[in-house]
């Protein structure tokens, strides 16, 4: 369901990925996990999920880096409707942190976000 969803927005963006990307892809690249909570409550079982997902994206220097991030929260944050078939509630950007690998050479970012989708 969100996997769904967030493939289809940022892949025209960045080259994406469940999980982690297979070796030898070239940069930039996302990769994404997603943690599902049901959101129950005392007349049954969900109707609904928060799904908190973490976009990791990867270049080959900061300002590409900076570049994706911006790109994919302006297509995610505040995102509503029916995506992929999927009754999307909302979609909130949380936050983001900067990440560094030594050898290879390669910059990262690390992106928040908090998804409410229709079960």
């Known amino acids: 369901m969100t996997g769904a969803i967030i ?6 963006i960045v080259s994406t990925y469940p999980l ?3 070796q030898g892809k ?3 690249l996302a990769t994404y996990i997603i943690n599902r909570s049901p959101i129950n409550d005392m007349n049954g079982p969900a109707t609904s999920a928060h799904d908190a997902v973490e976009i990791t994206v990867h270049a080959k220097n900061y ?3 900076e570049a994706l991030k911006n790109s ?3 297509a995610l944050d505040w995102k509503m409707g029916t995506v992929a078939n999927v ?3 909302n979609i909130r950007y949380t936050g983001d942190f900067d990440l560094y690998q030594d050898d290879p050479e390669v910059y ?3 992106i928040t976000f908090d998804v409410w989708v229709q079960l």
């Open 7 to 12: 493939h289809l927005l940022i892949n025209s």
């Open 20 to 22: 982690v990307a297979a």
């Open 26 to 28: 070239t940069l930039p």
């Open 63 to 65: 300002d590409e880096c």
């Open 72 to 74: 994919i929260v302006a």
């Open 87 to 89: 009754k999307l509630i």
């Open 108 to 110: 990262g970012k690390r």
